[in-house]
């Protein structure tokens, strides 16, 4: 037998005969797989036929190592005639068999030895770890899994003991800040000497999950935040966070905000700059009108009132210009331009007999854009007084431009080629509080402000397809970058200048408007000027009138509120007069596509100098006589 050494043997306490009973007992009830073996099997209890998939029947003729998995076969076979040759061999050790139907466990082996009849026969024992072998599989998969998202994550994630002091961090923190564990988390992760305002950490301790929204000052970065409970199974607790920089996301939902809010307003802009165009239009002509009857009459003081009139007028000319960039019909009219001259003029006008110096600087190979100078002008323009006005003490402008070549999307910007220009000052600075609403219409710091200015060259810089965006912290200046589609052509646009001047005419005139006012206005300079004129408020009365009347020329309004505009009546008009000459007149500013089934096109309000001008390029054969107006 076996030396078993203990205070008292099986046999001291049993009859031998009840012991090998009992032994025999143990063997077949215990739920440890237990075989003997030399080379072949010799016995096997229920337990090791359950667990292994084998019967006695199949294993009495087979070698031990027969049903070893290969990966171990050898070795165990080695074992096993080490042992029987009376030569010492590693009591237990874990091996791999396969069952009858092919599959895998895994089995810790014990072995002891014992002699019969002068040979050496071994006992063993075998308990089933397959099931947690797997779950030791499943386990370092998991964790694998885990640690490689924990450590590709594209965020920060860290976890922190109840009195905010870390405890891990992922790889992409630890970067940043090295080795942490036991440091504060809001000292080493955010600069902070006390815990963050927006920590959830005593949420978290009373066992709650907190998802929200962050914005840190110091990085001017927003993050989105989960942060939630951490129980290891020993009792420690922890607080896990995880932070994603959602920074560019919630510019874009403020660009979103913003470019919906300009949409909204410029539906009331546009309707407000029609009828203030229309008023405008009425006022400037009537203001000719009276200065044209009393011309031999005036002095110099009642000259001097006529021309404040019409510089107030001229000036509120600009204010609805401003409002129709708002506007769907204030689409800008763009021409091949190169910015060098336009930011050189623009730039030192504004600046002229200021305490600001600027510094220009543009390469000679800058790329062409298609813009509308008048328009792009005005953004230049407000840029550069709001430099300004944030410099009272004086102080210095950078304008710098250059050619930027974008393969990525860049924001809201597609892949191509742009021209990016910075306006830099050393200005005052912008609140931070204050910089998402800068570009939203009628917002304002400005005591006499609009609150229309930087709104107006955002709206300005979108219907050219660009994109404008500021960089500003209070007390250290700001930063203006406007990006520009680079022009397709080689050569900028260039036109000349036609002199306008009123002459006095011949023929028959039909004036088509909703404002009586404008109607008369025009009936009588026109008649002045030697025409005949009818005049018609709505399309069914100009349809009467055409019918009749043999006209010359056609001066037609684009819309009449509740009723056919210019486009729709013109096919009757041709109809009825082929030959007519049309002119179109609109508060709006429109493409050319859209006017090109008229003649002419008028812009109101509109001066009469810029009528008859108007009137002598389609009807030349009018101008008998050239009479200056000024």
Request: glycine share 6%; aromatic share 10%; charged share 25%.
């Amino acid at each position: 037998m076996a030396d078993f050494k203990s205070s008292k043997t099986i046999s001291q306490l049993f009859d031998p005969n009840i012991a090998s009973e009992l032994f025999y007992l143990l063997l077949e009830s215990t739920p440890v797989g237990v075989y003997i073996y030399r080379e072949n099997f010799i016995y096997v209890n229920p337990a090791f036929e359950r667990i292994t998939g084998w019967n006695f029947s199949e294993l009495k003729n087979k070698k031990v190592w027969e049903i070893v998995h290969p990966d171990y076969q050898e070795t165990v076979k080695e074992r096993i005639l080490a042992r029987l040759s009376g030569k010492k061999a590693p009591p237990s050790y874990e091996l791999k068999i396969l069952t009858p139907k092919g599959e895998e466990k895994w089995f810790e082996v014990s072995v002891v030895t014992f002699k019969k009849d002068e040979q050496i026969f071994c006992i063993a024992t075998a308990i089933d770890l397959t099931k947690i072998k797997n779950y030791s599989r499943h386990l370092a998969e998991t964790l694998s899994e885990y640690r490689a998202i924990l450590h590709s994550f594209d965020g920060l994630i860290y976890t922190v003991t109840p009195d905010y002091h870390l405890a891990f961090v992922n790889k992409k923190l630890e970067k940043q800040l090295g080795s942490v564990r036991g440091e504060l988390c809001y000292k080493k992760i955010f600069g902070r000497e006390e815990p963050c305002p927006w920590c959830s950490l005593k949420e978290v301790r009373e066992g709650r999950s907190v998802k929200k929204d962050i914005h840190i000052p110091e990085e001017n970065k927003w993050y989105y935040v989960v942060s939630t409970p951490l129980l290891y199974p020993n009792g420690s607790f922890y607080a896990l966070h995880l932070l994603m920089d959602i920074t560019q996301q919630k510019r874009a939902q403020q660009e979103i905000l913003r470019i919906s809010k300009l949409e909204s307003i410029s539906l009331l802009a546009g309707g407000i700059a029609h009828d203030f165009n229309n008023i405008l239009t009425a006022i400037i002509g009537n203001i000719s009108l009276l200065r044209l009857r009393l011309k031999k009459h005036l002095t110099e003081k009642e000259e001097k009132l006529f021309k404040q009139m019409e510089n107030v007028c001229f000036r509120a000319q600009g204010l609805t210009k401003q409002l129709l960039n708002f506007a769907e019909g204030g689409s800008p009219i763009k021409r091949v331009s190169s910015l060098k001259e336009m930011l050189e003029d623009t730039v030192s006008f504004c600046l002229r007999g200021s305490n600001v110096s600027w510094e220009l600087s543009i390469p000679d190979d800058l790329y062409l854009v298609d813009i509308d100078t008048v328009q792009f002008g005005q953004v230049v323009s407000n840029i550069v007084i709001n430099a300004k006005q944030a410099m009272p003490s004086g102080g210095r402008l950078w304008v710098k431009a250059r050619n930027l070549e974008s393969k990525e999307p860049r924001g809201f910007l597609k892949p191509g080629d742009y021209v990016e220009i910075t306006f830099r000052d050393e200005g005052i600075g912008i609140p931070e509080k204050v910089l998402p609403k800068i570009f939203d219409p009628y917002f304002t710091t400005k005591k006499n402000g609009s609150g229309l200015g930087l709104a107006i060259c955002h709206s300005i810089i979108k219907k050219h397809g660009g994109h404008i965006e500021v960089f500003s912290q209070e007390g250290k200046g700001a930063t203006f970058k406007i990006y520009l589609p680079a022009s397709k052509q080689e050569k900028p646009f260039s036109r000349t200048l036609i002199q306008k001047e009123i002459f006095k005419g011949k023929g028959r005139v039909l004036i088509f408007d909703d404002e009586e006012v404008i109607r008369e206005t025009l009936k009588e300079f026109l008649e002045i000027s030697g025409f005949q004129v009818e005049t018609a408020k709505d399309a069914q009365e100009l349809i009467k009138k055409a019918k009749v009347g043999n006209f010359d020329l056609a001066i037609l309004d684009l819309t009449i509120p509740g009723g056919m505009g210019a486009k729709k009546v013109l096919p009757f008009l041709k109809s009825y007069t082929p030959h007519i000459k049309t002119i179109l007149m609109t508060g709006y500013s429109l493409e050319s596509q859209k006017i090109k089934d008229f003649d002419a096109f008028l812009k109101k309000p509109f001066t009469f100098n810029e009528l008859f001008a108007v009137i002598e390029k389609i009807l030349p054969s009018n101008s008998a006589k050239n009479v200056k107006d000024k």
